[in-house]
């Protein structure tokens, strides 16, 4: 996992490597401070020597103004370095998104998704960029201070320097708890979000059932586990932050204390002695910024870690030798397919064909498998035996983009994106010309509305389309669908929502939409259906019957028993 995270510097490797170069500069800026004070104790304050002194004070501004220029650069640079990292990250997690299979996201919220490509990504632009950064200067700082005071005296150096493994020892005991402290809030972050993100999507049906106080406490119930995970990681940090800081401050006690018992027996001067503990304070930095860099670390390791989990799912797939779906004629066949869905048979052994340009229309009771049935024709899912054949060839064995591409699908749930009614139109066709546009829009039935509005195409229709009604956002959906102009086209219980005065208005939509296109219809109104080429009626065992309208009522079957009490 390391080294999948350090493959995300590669693209700023030269930004990187000068970050840590002027880190090195700022680092020895701070290790001749010491030096120099010690010098001046030693000499030219004895010897009254003023040209030495003001040399010292002028090169002590310089050091401080490169020092300052080092800070500036490593402050700015740095963290562009880390937010192109988190940008890479972000754009490769919302493709890989793209192509994730529909069960990742009947198996996810939304919530939990947006917190691990925001939140997560957030913890690991800092530590992408203040990580190397702090563990490079602290082992600069810490390697130097060991060899200059070496210079000074060997026996206090080592008196010293035999703490710090000590510290070192406290930092990897206390990861481990660090990190399942980080990981559980995470987590509970996630399903805050997701909670967060499913109240607010349905408050008007919440304040539609006056369910407020439910989902407070639902909230609530989520937002204590999210306080109790973060009162842990606050705890761990809290036992690591004052266990490092005690041993820092025993570093200090060590250094004053034998450094004045070294300088009250002579083994070290007055100068020495403040060279020791100018640099006990230097080489103490570095370890703050250690442990620091520890619980930075690990927050940013774990959000790391959460976006992995993202990016091991599999992507749905061609086959290598996959071939684009052209000059489709619309003749779709299934032969022996079977489907479950989380161990529930939902098809079983279904074998049919529907010929080109004909419609095919799918009844039967709720749960027999119609939408299941649509949906593994575009591959939203993929069947557990059997094929699917377009124009003889299996959809297994096309490009998956070509295979959607000669599909359109409109469903009861009609889904608009945040923008103009243009941007949700030209879904069908992004590079539509505007004659195009208002030629789909007019066969929908949605121009004249669109031209009543201020703005035309280019109103603003809300989150979700929320600011039209639910007629106006089928037929945009509709719409865009003409745009398209697939061959094969799914409706999924398209009208089914509607009342009677805007489903005609639509089902005229939908007859010159199917003219020409092999069409299976999902139907809720077995009305809309009677000119159907063929009915099939699903259940539990498969297809229980199959004909025209005409013939399946003459059956009194399944289908009549379903007409008599829809006309009830």
Known sequence: MIKKFISFYKPYKLLFILDLVVALIASLCDLVYPVMTRDLVNESIPNRDLRTIIVFAVVLLIIFAIKAACGYFMQYWGHVVGVRMQGDMRRHIFKHLQKLPNSFFDNNKTGDIMSRIINDLMDISELAHHGPEDLFISIVMLIGSFIILCTINIPLTLLIFAFIPFIVWFTLYERKKMNKAFLETKVETGAVNANLENSISGIKISKAFVSHRSEEEKFEKGNKKFIKARERAYKVMAEYSSGAGFGMDVLSYVGLVGGGVFTLIGFINIGDFMAYMLFIKIFITPIKKLIDFMEQFQNGITGFQRYIEIMNNDREKDKKDAVELENVQGEIEFKNVSFSYEGKEVLKDISMKINKGKMLALVGASGGGKTT??????????????????????????????????????????FLFTGSIRDNILFGKSDATEEELIRAAKMANIHEFINTLPEGYDTYIGERGVKLSGGQKQRISIARVFLKNPPILILDEATSALDNITERIIQESLEKLCTGRTTIVVAHRLSTIKNADEIIVLGKTGIIEAGTHEELMEKQGEYSNLHRLAAV
């Open 373 to 414: 049935f649509c949906n593994l024709i575009p591959r939203f899912y993929e069947v557990e035996n059997g094929d699917i054949l377009i124009d003889n060839k299996s959809i297994y064995d096309v490009k998956l983009d070509s295979l959607r591409e000669n599909i359109g699908i409109v469903q009861q749930e009609v």
